[in-house]
């Protein structure tokens, strides 16, 4: 399969409003200050914590990080007398920061706050420490950083095995992952598959969020599994474990027979394992994907049925010989 | 092997919904080449009519259409024809 021709979208930077906008709903997020600077952009996924920078040093001041607040700095400001305090922060703002979030609900001085009011730098608060902060921003930064990209294909989740099925349009993708949902399974995406890499080796499928769980059938047209079928048959965020890539029979070609090889395929740098599987009238792909998800969770547990079945020949034979 | 980009408009009042997205389509399917619209940095196959669906594409978007394979010429000008004339509606 050709993946070299795959556009892969990885953002550039994201603006500070989005990342309140994640932050304020699925953890406590406030602001507190700086309103006006909301669009201001975030470049790395990185935070920095300015104590350094408060004390007067701004050579390799990680300026372009979210800078994050916790009980050292907050206390640090307080012995400093105002004037001073101003004067270091007035320092600190000639370089572009992005915001400044503060961890334990904690108070800073209202200097911080006015400038930033005033610099348009917004200033969030939580109420969470500052480790567990700072892990929870790393980690949405990492994942929103991370690259993304569209595939045409079908993920349905197979017995807990993310599966991604592509091959030419009018192969029958979108029948073979209709059977697999009649079969009890739950289908992640149909024709528009959005892939995003989290951390290394993660690769994720994920629902648009326009067709949802729709999918064209040719002859029928376009229908809603998650109407027909019910919520128990689809999923929006599935990892995958395994591509199949459905092709027409070719009596020349050559197929795996024994399945001691194994082939993987990188997508946006994670490799996945992956199957060639040959299409004709009368083979059920359905099943083939079923099987294939079965055995990939087999070889997940240790068991490898095709190399330990040809050890056991070889050491048979090994013993027999004369 | 052939690559050729071009810029289409969405003339049509109702944008691309299911009706131009099938005509689309059924046109792209008769070329051998792979098509590829780009819209507002989203790229999708122009031979998925869900793809075609996620686009958003109002009237008067500008769309990017690439095509790439031994018939790209021949699958352009279909495309742009098809763009061109609305998808035969207002």
Known sequence: MDLSRLKVKRKQFIPVSRMLEHMTQDLDFELLAGFQGVER???????????????????YFANDRVQVLGNTEIHFMK?????????????????????????????????LLDMCNRYGIPVLRSAMSTDEVISRIILYLTQE?????????TAVDVYGVGCLVVGKPGIGKSETALELVERGHRLVADDMVELKRRRADYLYAQTNKTVKHCMEIRGLGIIDVR?????????????????????EWDEKASYDRTGLLEHHLDIIGVKIPYMRIPVRPGRNVAIIIEVAALNQRLKEMGVHTARDLNEDIMRSNKGQTR | MTEVTE?????????MHARPAAALVQTTLRFESDVHINFRGNTVNGKSIMGLLTLG???????????????AEEALAAVRQMFASGFGED
């Not at chain 1, 370089?95 to 200097?111: G, T």
């Open chain 1, 41 to 59: 952009p975030v470049f790395s996924w990185d935070v920095n914590r300015p104590g350094l920078a408060l004390s007067g040093y701004l050579e």
């Open chain 1, 79 to 111: 012995r400093m007398r105002p004037a001073e305090l101003a004067n270091r922060l007035n320092n600190m703002f000639s370089f572009e920061i992005p915001a400044f979030v503060l961890s334990r609900n904690l108070l800073p001085q209202s200097i």
């Open chain 1, 145 to 153: 950083f991370s690259p993304e990209t569209v595939l045409h294909g």
């Open chain 1, 227 to 247: 109407a027909l079928y019910g919520v128990g048959r689809v999923r929006n965020f599935k990892r995958i474990g395994l591509v199949a890539e459905l092709e």
């Open chain 2, 7 to 15: 810029e289409v408009m969405v003339v049509n009042a109702l944008g």
């Open chain 2, 57 to 71: 594409a109002a009237r008067g978007s500008r769309l990017s259409v690439t095509c790439f394979g031994p018939d």
